[in-house]
């Protein structure tokens, strides 16, 4: 299974990924984390991508590009993978739905989450990040059961540099502009499902299932 999680800051990708990638074994590749974990160690890429992710644009799409195409190079992704956070450009959609046509193995599904921006807002400025095994939390949604301490590997959790509020009107912007012309994009290739994800993440994880087990069904 080759899927993408598409939708605003906020929407709950990363969360959903996470439970995809345990019901199905898959690997997920998270743009932002990895853009995150360069700019942590200061590589070449890291500081290249990180002044553009503070002020909340988008990285240069043939940085991202390049960075994506070589990750599917892995061995693990061969029995498929989850895209989180790519392509966010019609520029980028292109690029990966013609390495993926080059190498034989063409998108499954892509899933489109659904929120509004207050809810967005709301959810981003509550959000902590382990920086060590990339776990999502929420202040007022999803607690730690130690405050700070991540649940399962025990890191300290972070707040995101981006997740103030000026920040995520900023990336809200960038995302209707750039990136809502791909929900039509993949529409029209019969690739797309939208997920209403205003709703507790169990619900969301139902709707998700659902929408892939219609598209798997489609396809085959
Ligand atoms: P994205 O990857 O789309 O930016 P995340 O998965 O990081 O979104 O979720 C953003 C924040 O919202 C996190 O703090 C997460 O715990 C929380 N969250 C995710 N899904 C839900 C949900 N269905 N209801 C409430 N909060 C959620
Ligand atoms: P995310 O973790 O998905 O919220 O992404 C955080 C930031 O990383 C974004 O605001 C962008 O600056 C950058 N980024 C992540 N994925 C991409 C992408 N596919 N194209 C361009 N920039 C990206």
Known sequence: MRIVLLGPPGAGKGTQARRLSERYGLPVIGTGDIFRDHAARGTALGLAAKEYMDRGDYVPDHIAVNMVLERLDQPDTREGFILDGFPRTVAQAQALEGALA???????????????????????????????CKRVYNLNFKRPRVEGICDVCGHRLEARSDD????IR??????????????????????LRDIDAEAPEEVVADRTIEALSDLLDLEA
Request: charged share 30%; net charge positive; glycine share 8%.
């Open 102 to 132: 080059a190498g034989g193995r063409p998108l499954s599904a892509v899933l489109n989450f659904k929120i509004g921006d207050e809810v967005a807002v709301k959810r981003l400025t509550g959000r902590l990040v382990c920086p060590n």
């Open 170 to 191: 900023r990336r809200l912007l960038v995302y209707r502009k750039e990136t809502q012309p791909l929900v039509l994009y993949f529409w029209e290739r019969g690739l």
């Open 164 to 167: 103030d509020e000026a920040t």
